[in-house]
C-alpha cells in the first residue's frame, strides 16, 4: 500500500524548523525536554496554522501536532474543547468496559495540557483570543486523502470496508456520549436549511446584516454568531462576475432544485424520526488513520466537530468522500466518477460491528451520501461567492478553488443520483426519499 504516513518516518524531518515563538509555545505544554518546532506540510482547510512538535530523547524523540484553531471558523473555541475531551474520555470508557475483538487494535487521541494542567494554551489578542492545543501522534499510521491514490481496485475496496467499519467503531465507542452535554462547535454546522439561506443571500448581494435581515435565523444568537456568511466581502466588480458566471447559476438552481431532499436528514430530526447522538462531524477519509503494516483502522482523529446530530451525517459524509475515486481537488467534472462497489465495501464495513440502528435509519443510508454531497456543495458554492471567507484560499490556490470545489460536490451528487438503484444497504428496508 501506498500513502501519507501519519507519523514522519526518520528521527527529524525534512520541513523547515518553525520559527522561535512557535516554539515558546510548544514549551508552555507538559512535554519532556528538548523540545524542538517544524513546520507541518500537512495542513487542512481550517486550522492552517499547525506545527510538528518533537519531545525527548533525540534519537527517538516523541511526536506531537501543536495546533492553533482557526479564530474565524471556530468562535467558541472552549467549547470544541470540551467537546473533544469529552469524546476522548468516553472512548476511553468504553475500551476498558468492552471486548469486542473489533476493538483490539482501536487507539485513542492524546490531548497533552499545558504546564499549568489546562486542556489548552489560551492566548489574548488584539483581535480575540487564539486557542492553541497540543496533540500526540499515533505512530506507524497512513492515511488517504483518496482512493484514486490507491492503483489497486482490491486494497481500495479493503480500505473503504475498513473506514466503514472505523466509523461504526468510533460510533460504538461514543454511544454513551450523552448529546445534551454537547454544544455545536461550529454556529449553524450541520444546519442544511441555514446554508440555504446564506446561498441566497449572497445570490441577492446583501453586503450588511442589516440588508441579509430576512435569510436570517430566527434565533438571535445564531444570527449574530453567523451573520459574516451572509453576507459579500468581494469588490463589486468581482462579486458581480462571480454571480454571473454560469457555472454558479447552474449549480445554484440544482441545489434549489434538490432543497426538499438536502433536509431530509435535518427534517427527520425536527420531527423526531431520527436518533440525535454525538457524531464525529467531519468523516472524510483523511480523517481515518489505517495501520501501515496490516491496513486495519486505527483511529478517527479531527475531533473538531464532535456535536449532537444523527449518525447518517457521519456516514454520509465519509461515503461521498470514498466513492468519488477522482478526489475532492479535481478540477475537471467530466473526469468526477464514483464505483458503486465502495459504497456496498463501506457499509459491510459498517454494518459488521452491529452497531445498533434503527430500521427508518437503515432505509437512509443509501440516501445520506448524496444528501451530504449537496450540503457540502452549496457550502462551497455560497462561500465563492460571497468572497470565500469560511474556506479560505492559501496564496499558491487557484482564485475559483472553491467553485471547483462546489462543482464536484455536486457532480458527486448527479452520480450519486444516477446510480441510486446499485446503491443497496442488504437490511430489507427500502429508501423511500429518492
Same mark, same amino acid.
Given at each position: ?156 475496496? #479493503?480500505? *473503504? /470496508?475498513? +473506514?466503514? %467499519? ?6 460504538? @465507542?461514543?454511544?454513551? !456520549?450523552?448529546? $445534551? ?68 447559476? #447552474?449549480? *445554484? /438552481?440544482? +441545489?434549489? %432544485? ?6 431530509? @436528514?435535518?427534517?427527520? !430530526?425536527?420531527? $423526531? ?71 456496498? /465495501?463501506? +457499509? ?87
Amino acid at each position: 500500500m501506498t500513502g501519507r504516513f501519519h507519523h514522519p518516518p526518520g528521527p527529524r524531518p525534512a520541513a523547515p524548523r518553525a520559527p522561535g515563538r512557535i516554539h515558546a509555545l510548544a514549551s508552555r505544554f507538559a512535554l519532556p525536554g528538548p523540545i524542538e518546532a517544524f513546520e507541518f506540510p500537512g495542513r487542512g482547510n481550517i486550522n492552517q496554522q499547525s506545527y510538528l512538535v518533537l519531545s525527548g530523547a533525540r534519537e527517538n524523540p516523541d511526536p506531537y501536532l501543536l495546533q492553533m484553531l482557526n479564530p474565524t471558523v471556530f468562535r467558541h473555541p472552549d467549547g470544541v474543547i470540551e467537546a473533544m475531551t469529552l469524546c476522548l474520555q468516553t472512548q476511553r470508557r468504553a475500551l476498558a468496559r468492552l471486548e469486542a475483538p473489533d476493538l483490539r487494535t482501536w487507539e485513542v487521541l492524546e490531548l497533552v495540557p499545558t504546564v499549568e494542567g489546562r486542556p489548552c494554551l489560551v492566548i489574548p489578542a488584539k483581535e480575540g483570543v487564539r486557542c492553541w492545543r497540543m496533540m500526540g501522534y499515533l505512530r506507524n499510521t497512513r492515511c488517504w486523502r483518496s482512493l484514486g491514490e490507491i492503483p489497486d481496485r482490491e486494497t481500495r475496496l #479493503r480500505v *473503504a /470496508a475498513e +473506514a466503514g %467499519r472505523g466509523l461504526a467503531l468510533f460510533h460504538l @465507542l461514543t454511544a454513551d !456520549l450523552d448529546p $445534551g452535554r454537547l454544544r455545536t462547535p461550529l454556529p449553524g454546522y450541520r444546519d442544511t436549511a441555514l446554508y440555504y439561506a446564506q446561498l441566497h443571500s449572497v445570490l441577492a448581494g446583501n453586503r450588511t446584516a442589516g440588508d441579509a435581515a430576512p435569510f436570517l435565523p430566527e434565533d438571535a444568537a445564531l444570527a449574530a454568531d453567523t451573520a459574516h456568511d451572509f453576507v459579500v466581502h468581494l469588490a463589486p466588480g468581482e462579486f458581480e462576475r462571480r454571480r454571473a458566471d454560469a457555472c454558479v447559476r #447552474r449549480l *445554484a /438552481a440544482l +441545489a434549489d %432544485r434538490y432543497r426538499d431532499f438536502a433536509l431530509t @436528514l435535518c427534517r427527520g !430530526l425536527e420531527e $423526531g424520526k431520527l436518533k440525535r447522538g454525538a457524531i464525529h462531524g467531519d468523516t472524510k477519509l483523511e480523517n481515518f488513520l489505517f495501520d501501515a503494516a496490516t491496513g486495519r483502522v486505527r483511529a478517527l482523529v479531527d475531533l473538531d466537530t464532535i456535536m449532537p446530530h444523527t449518525w447518517l451525517s457521519d456516514w454520509g459524509d465519509l461515503v461521498r468522500s470514498l466513492v468519488n475515486i477522482a478526489g475532492e481537488r479535481e478540477t475537471d467534472a467530466e473526469k468526477i466518477r464514483i464505483d458503486p462497489a465502495l459504497f456496498r /465495501a463501506a +457499509a459491510r464495513g459498517f454494518l459488521s460491528p452491529a452497531l445498533p440502528m434503527a430500521a427508518g435509519e437503515k432505509a437512509l443510508m443509501t440516501a445520506a451520501p448524496a444528501i451530504m454531497a449537496l450540503e457540502l456543495g452549496v457550502r462551497f458554492l455560497a462561500d465563492y461567492v460571497r468572497g470565500d471567507r469560511y474556506f479560505r484560499l492559501r496564496p499558491d490556490a487557484p482564485p475559483d478553488l472553491n467553485r471547483s470545489r462546489a462543482l464536484v460536490q455536486f457532480r458527486v451528487f448527479e452520480e450519486l443520483r444516477r446510480h441510486a438503484g446499485l446503491l443497496e444497504v442488504e437490511t430489507g428496508d427500502q429508501d423511500r426519499v429518492w
